[in-house]
């Protein structure tokens, strides 16, 4: 049983700690935000404690394990303060929007051989589980292309955009680490942006729609597109392709039905909506596997490291957006 | 809350007593087996108290629910006692081998008004579900035809066969009761049953293969094909049509990938091996629907009618492969 | 080069004629048809004669093929003559709606080892056709079960099923054939029929949705779906299943493409609308193999048998429609 | 009845003469090749004549139309000759590799207003131009972004690949003709090439891998991923995309067939090997296209600008390739 306190009630805070708290190994015994009401909520729906403070939780010696689920500006502080704490740590993507500090931390809490791992829930999805699995047994041959898909259903509030440190390191970020998931470390990285989807996200200083090329240190190429919309869903596919062919990580749907009628034949329903239906049972392998860590000491399968090098490409990406030109990468 | 004790504690009883502890608004109180090591195993799984006869728990008062998933020759005797002793009762299929018994059962317990709910799980499963609907819809049309298809992925012990009451009123229930969930009370049955899987099934004087039409009191017409074994998994789909179209349901995989090489393109996984793999969702979803039948006291969707109906339907097709002729039902 | 004359220019007639006049093997040398301007007007788009009269045409020495596809009552008395006359035989199916003429008809010309071959076309679309071959190279085992699934896009005018000899003579006929090309000889059929699409067809005495077991000699099953009408096209596909797995042949469609969006996924054309332009590619294989059995005396695909057994089992068919009871056969 | 000359009898131009020979409203008077073997064998197989030289065509009043598919570097030449003739022109791609010639060119013949049309075949497959119609009905909406796919089953030998110009003037010629297809001309590009399928590729100075972004005058984006090499066939896909959801293209099968085994389900044939199974229909309906304009004195839907313009944009793929700049276009 690993006691764990949940930091950050929101959306995707309420779904950990609700993954928590009917976890047969883990218990939830604090829970806390900010906005009072928001803890209370969960509180209630978890039976978990709601803690005044976060330093109450840091200081219960009890509390083994902490997850990360605050707005992006508080993760690295909470991270680092955790750690010292003796605490193991589940920290939402991103890290935090500032490279700089994500290395100067990196450089207080690394002796301490902490269990620090970061939510790249799609890294636990069961099919880009097993495309993994399957590229690194040699199915298709060594990896020569990959192509992603990422487009969310529809843009998040202005109010987000504006905090999220653009579309790279907001929605991207999950590209790139899947990415390196499948192809290893990156050596050059080219983004075009462009507003399509809404003239107020322009306004506010970022793009909606991206394509970018990778170069992997192996010499694989990638290439990845994404939207702030898609009318059909949230749409994320990976094609990985070698010298003995290719595997592909499809949509899903709620229901296997297809009609067939006089304008459309295998019509199918739209695809799951977005991040929470269609990665639920990624949510609970990322905790299942967050939890093995925690007991058996071993490293995560999205540590520290990950979360830098996810960030370090959105910069690039960035950059590369601004000047027109590829990014190498040491 | 609902305060439920199961009667039997193999692979399904089980598997039910695990879904009933992890239920929000259910409470498993007792688990009982005839063989008390199963019975203790259960208990230890799920917290819940394992009885020392099945009276002790018909005459605890706090029982509101019982769920009868012991062997099949006690179904019915336990579900009148529990019904006379004031439970509401889900009862796995077939509710009993003996059409006759089965009539007699219910009028004893036809007054009491009874909860009786009857373990069709694929009526739960959210594709055959949205099927249905999308059918009630008129999606297609007033149905004319239904095609069900329906595999096991391999046969069960010649024991288990000698004691099933036969592959219709064990296996093609199931079907028997997706038709009538889908098209109403049945005209008329035609079966033909074959010998293609295994001779000791033979031996045992039963099938392992069989096809079999329908006709709806609606005038509409119905193909069913089984098989006791399936390379590829648990087979079960559907295909109903009208004027305006068809609606299909297909089967279900672990993942999405597919594997595009040489010899093969868009290779997808075997389908989801067998029941409890397939109707995962089906199953939690017909513990939701009991547990607001029993809160609410409505209707469940599989009735006392639906079990009966649905051996009617199996002891009709025994009668047409052993004559070959079509049955007629009043 | 063979010569050819085609009797009945009608809509498959034509057909016929001008894959004949584009065939590199093939010359059109006559057509015929009782009705002039028919015959006139596949003669220009051919630049075929005209002929006079079918005597002519079984009188000119230089005509080898015959091609039959003038109106069913003809067929029997025209393939003999033209037999009789020395000509290689290509007979639009049904050979006869009467099974005693068409024995009789055979033992008048048995001996004259001529080349005659049926028309079933569905033998030489290229899907089905390897179908059979995967399925007798042993892909899935020794066949268990067989589904095939027949729909046409719409009824045809009363009037051609008042002369049609019902829907099982007329329709199934070319499914009846399909079970015997991939399964061999049939050992007992049972059919059930519906009015469910126009009742002018059952004023005209015929039913238009029908639902046919057959259990093969082999000992392995096959149902057959039929309905004269199909919103999104001619429905046809086959499903043969055996110990190792199924193989499926499935609809076809004029592209490839799929449309994605807030209402449905993966949605594609309606399927091929009929005969001609679904069977477009089996028709110029069928002339090729028939134009291969004249050149090298070879027997043809499909013969006067196959022609005989498909009318067996159509009226089998209706027989056990009448009585309700499975009509086995010797 | 337009009367051809086939200027060329390699793979393609044997291809093209055999289209002709059996179009209903072209004649093939004429062949040529610099090989006279090649020449005679086409001449042979397709009834036509063959030419001694290239002038005696181009002296040939009744030669209206001519057809080249010689070799790259003898394209321009004889389009503008053949043009200088009174010919109208189908001129195989890319009309040369040297845009600054294919510029002087165009001042020499472009107020003479013949009929020039460039071979991009991809154009008249079925599939991709009932995308561009229903992109230009409006079925996803304003396009904003597209996703080409482009592998070829295998590399050429390195001779033809020394000649060919590089991968982008060859072979993604195609692709960017098909993004100013569907997107209209482009603002920018942004190449990056790989070697990974045959070191001999690269020894010859050329990429065999490819990924590409493409920005449209329009705003939206494109990408382009290519291979040399592909196990399952030639990898011909589409996707577009816009508010409204996405259109797909895929790729194409020899048969319906799917296989469902112990180790995988829905398994399908590869796909057409290479471009002549592969667009055999396409091939067709571009002749057919081009007699439509040499007969109504039409503008072909793929002119000299459209050769030019792939032409600029494969030049702009290879500075971006080699700077890692992105390239603007005026």
């Known amino acids: 049983m690993v006691k764990f306190a949940v930091l950050g009630c929101g959306r995707i805070g309420r779904m950990h700690a609700l993954n928590l708290a009917r976890h047969p190994r883990a218990e939830l015994a604090y829970v806390y935000d900010v906005v009072g009401d928001a803890a209370a909520a969960t509180a209630d729906a978890t039976g978990a404690r709601r803690a005044g403070a976060i330093d109450d939780i840091l200081a219960a010696a009890e509390v083994e394990a902490v997850l990360i689920a605050s707005s992006t500006d508080t993760h690295l502080d909470l991270l680092v303060r955790a750690v010292e704490a003796g605490k193991a740590v589940l920290c939402e993507k991103p890290i935090d929007l500032d490279l700089a500090k994500v290395d100067a931390s990196w450089e207080r809490i690394r002796d301490r051989d902490a269990t620090v791992m970061v939510g790249f829930n799609r890294r636990f999805d069961p099919s880009f589980k097993a495309l993994r699995e399957r590229i690194q047994a040699g199915e298709v041959g060594p990896l020569e292309q990959v192509v992603i898909t990422s487009?969310?259903?529809?843009?998040?509030?202005?109010?987000?955009?504006?905090?999220?440190g653009g579309l790279f390191r907001d929605m991207t970020i999950h590209d790139?680490?899947?990415?390196?998931?499948?192809m290893g470390d990156m050596a050059a990285v080219h983004a075009t942006g462009a507003n399509l989807v809404?003239?107020?996200?322009?306004?506010?200083?970022?793009?909606?729609a991206a394509m970018v090329t990778l170069v992997?240190?192996?010499?694989?190429?990638c290439q990845i597109s994404?939207?702030?919309?898609?009318?059909?869903?949230?749409?994320q596919r990976v094609e990985a392709f070698g010298a003995k062919g290719m595997l592909q990580a499809g949509n899903q749907r709620p229901t296997t039905l297809s009609f067939w009628g006089a304008a459309a034949t295998?019509?199918?329903?739209?695809?799951?909506?977005f991040f929470v239906e269609r990665y639920t049972p990624a949510y609970n392998a990322e905790i299942d596997h967050f939890v093995d860590c925690v007991e058996?000491?071993?490293?995560?399968?999205?540590?520290?490291?990950?979360?830098?090098?996810?960030?370090?490409?959105?910069?690039?990406?960035l950059e590369s957006m601004r000047t027109g030109a590829t990014v190498r990468l040491d």
């Open 216 to 221: 992997a240190k192996s010499g694989a190429l």
């Open 226 to 235: 994404n939207s702030r919309r898609c009318a059909y869903g949230y749409d």
């Open 176 to 182: 790139f680490d899947m990415a390196r998931y499948l």
């Open 151 to 164: 487009r969310d259903p529809g843009p998040p509030p202005v109010a987000y955009i504006k905090a999220s």
């Open 296 to 317: 058996q000491g071993t490293a995560p399968l999205a540590g520290y490291r990950d979360g830098r090098e996810a960030l370090r490409l959105a910069d690039a990406a």
């Open 266 to 273: 295998e019509a199918k329903d739209p695809v799951l909506n």
């Open 198 to 208: 809404d003239p107020a996200i322009e306004e506010a200083g970022d793009i909606d």
